[in-house]
């Protein structure tokens, strides 16, 4: 069965510092990949996905970067936070062609202060 | 662009029938799916609409209707561990879901 490990589960971090949030799959090949980030009380935001080693697509300008090094590894970073970056980190992960229903890790509560 | 609309809070008792509304505003998309996400957790995949009507899942339904730009999830014999937010999201033209912000379910005894 698949599986989907995301860490660390909270962070605090000061602003101006890097920030790296790792997500791995387990359990199936080539999934479409994505990061999301959540404030309280609200839907999702989508801020990265990715189809492919390599290949990753930003879906809005912001302080943020994603990679893909391996095929079942997605790393959320940035080089200085703002205290705009806190919220709710989720990675998510689907079956190529079947958006629609995605699997999400267990979320990371990032808070900057 | 692509909007949802859901009711911020329903309130339901339990053993009884509720369902949670969303209306939409959009250019194209693919389908409708419904997602729950308990205090703390992350979502969790209930049911798709690619095609218009209900499809069933056990307790839990959920309607499209394209015409109206509209949709529902339906669920049955409330239980208190259906507490939860409840959350419509369109897949859109480039295959990515659109979220709405959220039902948030409250099931008194």
């Known amino acids: 069965s698949q599986t989907i490990h995301q860490w660390p589960a909270t962070l605090v971090q000061p602003v101006g510092s890097p920030l790296s949030l790792e997500c791995t799959v387990e359990?199936?090949?080539?999934?479409?990949l994505y990061w999301y980030r959540q404030a309280a009380g609200r839907g999702l935001q989508l801020l990265f996905y990715?189809?492919?080693?390599?290949?990753i697509s930003s879906e809005v300008p912001q302080n943020l970067s994603a990679s893909r090094p391996q095929d079942r590894q997605f790393i959320l970073s940035s080089k200085k936070l703002l205290l705009s970056d806190s919220g709710f980190y989720l990675c998510?992960?689907?079956?190529?062609?079947?958006?629609?229903?995605?699997?999400f890790g267990p979320g990371t509560r990032l808070t900057v202060t | 662009g692509q909007s949802l609309e859901q009711p911020s809070e329903v309130t339901a008792v339990e053993g009884t029938i509720v369902q949670i509304n969303c209306t939409y505003q959009?250019?194209?998309?693919?389908?409708l799916s419904w997602y729950q996400q308990h205090d703390g957790g992350a979502p969790t995949f209930l049911s798709y609409?690619?095609l218009d009507g209900l499809e069933e899942t056990g307790r839990f339904s959920s309607f499209l209707s394209r015409s109206d730009s509209y949709g529902y999830l339906l669920l049955q014999e409330l239980q208190m561990k259906d507490s939860a937010s409840y959350f419509c999201a369109l897949m859109d033209s480039n295959y990515q879901l659109i979220w709405g912000a959220g039902t948030k379910l409250i099931i008194k005894p």
């Open positions: 359990g199936t090949s080539n999934p479409n």
């Open positions: 990715s189809v492919g080693i390599g290949q």
């Open positions: 609409n690619g």
């Open positions: 998510a992960w689907s079956v190529s062609g079947t958006s629609y229903e995605q699997y």
């Open positions: 959009t250019s194209g998309f693919y389908g």
